[in-house]
């Protein structure tokens, strides 16, 4: 897809950080952006950035998590913008804890607003494009998705974002049937809001929203070597993906060594000590 211009753009999550970079991208290239966000006020913020730069957008209040919080969405927006033809997915919050201390919402809610907020905006908005033959949906994972073993204490986001990788390479094959782009976003460390704000996007029946960020256990920042690269370079690299429907998307090259020695490392083992079984005369 080369000519974005006067396309219509839904991002989750663009309240802030990741997001808000994508909507502010997307707009300074002619798309007409709905901006939706759990906080409403966050995405007002960031549709007056945009009208004030001469763009187009809707702020749109949002919960991922709910099904039909995502198709009220889907109908303002259709109202307001008409068709959408690019998705981004992006919604997301994080927890650091150990499994033992999590209670059943506090895991519910990794699921539920990271894969299935996904899984909630591709079943709104992949079938009109498919039927179309046009357009683009990228789902913001994580690297945790791709090297689990990279951060600790992350066990149900890990799960949850492995899960929107699993979905999003895997939706590409019929996409690319149907002639629809699809991208796997795989941050590493980016500069954003989550740090200081993860617990205030914590829906109610999850027993939020409560004050302050992310919890983080000691001996976290032993244990992981992050990089944080600010949204804005984040966003540059998700609208090339689309421009040439890149599969996937990373933001931190150091990851590389990390990917070999964990992910594939753990993979390949099991492949050896399968054909040293198969190799073993029964
Ligand atoms: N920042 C990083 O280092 C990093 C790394 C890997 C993955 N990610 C992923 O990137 C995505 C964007 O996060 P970010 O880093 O920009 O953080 P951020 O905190 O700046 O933005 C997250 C946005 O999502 C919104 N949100 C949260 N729950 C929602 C819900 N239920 N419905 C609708 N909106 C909701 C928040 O209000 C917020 O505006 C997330 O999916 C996150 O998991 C971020």
């Given at each position: 897809m080369q000519e974005l211009s006067g396309r219509t753009a839904v991002v989750t999550?663009?309240?802030?950080g990741i997001g808000r970079a994508l909507a502010l991208a997307l707009a300074g290239e002619g798309v007409a952006v709905a901006?939706?966000?759990?906080i409403p006020a966050n995405a007002q913020q960031v549709t007056d950035e945009i009208t004030a730069a001469g763009g187009k957008a809707i702020a749109v209040e949002c919960d991922v998590c709910c099904r039909d919080s995502v198709a009220t969405m889907k109908s303002r927006v259709l109202r307001e913008l008409g068709a959408v033809s690019l998705l981004f997915a992006n919604a997301g919050a994080t927890s650091f804890e150990y499994l033992p201390d999590m209670d059943q919402s506090d895991v519910d809610w990794m699921i539920q607003v990271n894969l299935m907020g996904v899984t909630h905006c591709l079943e709104a908005f992949y079938p009109d494009m498919a039927r179309a033959g046009d357009g683009h949906v990228m789902a913001t994972a994580s690297a945790a998705g791709l090297l689990p073993g990279w951060v600790p204490y992350h066990a149900p986001y890990a799960a949850a974002k492995m899960g929107i990788i699993g979905m999003m390479l895997n939706l590409r094959i019929e996409a690319a049937e149907a002639g629809v782009g699809c991208t796997v976003l795989c941050p590493g460390g980016v500069e954003s809001g989550m740090k200081d704000n993860n617990a205030r996007y914590r829906p109610d029946r999850f027993g939020?929203?409560?004050?302050?960020g992310v919890k983080i256990p000691e001996g976290f920042f032993q244990q992981a070597d992050l990089h944080f690269r600010p949204a804005s370079e984040v966003a540059s690299l998700c609208l090339e993906a689309v421009r040439h429907n890149r599969p996937m998307v990373l933001?931190?090259?150091?990851l590389r060594q990390t990917y070999l020695d964990s992910y594939h490392q753990t993979v390949m083992s099991a492949f050896d000590e399968l054909e040293a079984f198969d190799g073993q005369p029964g």
């Amino acid at each position: 897809m080369q000519e974005l211009s006067g396309r219509t753009a839904v991002v989750t999550g663009a309240g802030s950080g990741i997001g808000r970079a994508l909507a502010l991208a997307l707009a300074g290239e002619g798309v007409a952006v709905a901006v939706a966000d759990i906080i409403p006020a966050n995405a007002q913020q960031v549709t007056d950035e945009i009208t004030a730069a001469g763009g187009k957008a809707i702020a749109v209040e949002c919960d991922v998590c709910c099904r039909d919080s995502v198709a009220t969405m889907k109908s303002r927006v259709l109202r307001e913008l008409g068709a959408v033809s690019l998705l981004f997915a992006n919604a997301g919050a994080t927890s650091f804890e150990y499994l033992p201390d999590m209670d059943q919402s506090d895991v519910d809610w990794m699921i539920q607003v990271n894969l299935m907020g996904v899984t909630h905006c591709l079943e709104a908005f992949y079938p009109d494009m498919a039927r179309a033959g046009d357009g683009h949906v990228m789902a913001t994972a994580s690297a945790a998705g791709l090297l689990p073993g990279w951060v600790p204490y992350h066990a149900p986001y890990a799960a949850a974002k492995m899960g929107i990788i699993g979905m999003m390479l895997n939706l590409r094959i019929e996409a690319a049937e149907a002639g629809v782009g699809c991208t796997v976003l795989c941050p590493g460390g980016v500069e954003s809001g989550m740090k200081d704000n993860n617990a205030r996007y914590r829906p109610d029946r999850f027993g939020g929203p409560q004050e302050g960020g992310v919890k983080i256990p000691e001996g976290f920042f032993q244990q992981a070597d992050l990089h944080f690269r600010p949204a804005s370079e984040v966003a540059s690299l998700c609208l090339e993906a689309v421009r040439h429907n890149r599969p996937m998307v990373l933001t931190d090259s150091s990851l590389r060594q990390t990917y070999l020695d964990s992910y594939h490392q753990t993979v390949m083992s099991a492949f050896d000590e399968l054909e040293a079984f198969d190799g073993q005369p029964g």
